[in-house]
């Protein structure tokens, strides 16, 4: 039995916990390989697609994805189904797409019960099963640490989450950054506490990951060592809320702000941050 997983798409919050269990089940798991996708979408959706396809030329039985939203379903507007259902997105475009795993894409005890119906299926061993579960749902416990950030003239970024686990455009865009002596700050709070800073602000939202980009702007507003605040989204795959963009109209931010597609050109978006900032 071969199941493919994804290093990316919020996978550091769950996937810890379900490699070490499928594992103990005696189940490969297998890791994608890089593979280059020509579509005209943006970067981080190439990379998971990308991988998707490497896993699934590897010849995965099952693929492990991560439901980004934790079961919570959207009733008004209409999200990005890039948001609310990556298996069904995925399986639009990717032909003979393997049979999908989907886990709540965070850690957490109440996460034990789906454990136990997975790993029943994969292995048709119960009491396998259960001996894999016992030695691994420690790890259900998940304990945040901050990202290690240092340097000054702080820039917040505030976008949907998946997009603050993907090291490529990151990458680009600290560097554009540094030439301007400014580096990036991500907001060093635990998704869940970031979601409740989003539910204060009182603005409507319902899913998991727009609360949490909300949060970001809440905490981020307020801090003071970050000088500025750079608001990054594509608006057809990973738009920030439409609550919050109204707000940054209504209400501009504290400080020097911009909002910018994710495909910006780095350079000159630092460059304009730089000039705002200067007293």
Not at 55 to 75: M, R, S
């Amino acid at each position: 039995m071969r199941v493919g997983v994804l290093n990316s798409w919020l996978s550091s919050r769950y996937l810890p916990f379900w490699e070490s269990y499928l594992q103990a089940l005696e189940v490969e798991v297998v890791q994608p390989e890089e593979a280059s996708v020509n579509l005209p979408v943006p970067a981080p959706i190439r990379r998971v697609l990308g991988q998707v396809f490497s896993l699934k030329t590897q010849g995965v039985d099952y693929l492990l994805l991560p439901d980004v939203q934790l079961g919570v379903e959207p009733h008004r507007g209409s999200p990005s189904p890039w948001l609310v259902d990556l298996q069904a997105t995925l399986e639009r475009l990717v032909p003979g797409l393997p049979p999908a795993l989907v886990v709540p894409a965070e850690r957490s005890p109440e996460v034990a019960g789906l454990a136990a119906k997975i790993g029943q299926l994969l292995t048709q061993n119960p009491m396998l099963a259960r001996r894999a579960l016992e030695r691994t749902k420690h790890q259900l416990g998940f304990t945040f640490t901050p990202p290690k950030q240092s340097g000054t003239h702080l820039i917040g970024l505030v976008a949907q989450p998946m997009l603050l686990d993907d090291p490529g455009w990151l990458a680009a865009l600290r560097a554009a950054l540094a030439e301007q002596g400014l580096s990036l700050f991500l907001a060093d709070k635990a998704p869940a506490e970031l979601r409740q800073e989003g539910a204060h602000l009182e603005l409507g939202l319902e899913l998991p990951t727009d609360l949490e980009a909300a949060g970001m702007h809440r905490y981020l507003s307020r801090l003071g060592k970050v000088k500025g605040l750079l608001y990054v989204h594509d608006p057809e795959y990973l738009p920030l809320p439409n609550p919050l963009r109204k707000l940054l109209k209504k209400s501009e931010p504290p400080k020097p702000w911009r909002l910018v597609g994710l495909e910006a050109p780095w350079p000159q978006v630092a460059a304009e941050l730089a000039q705002r900032l200067q007293p």
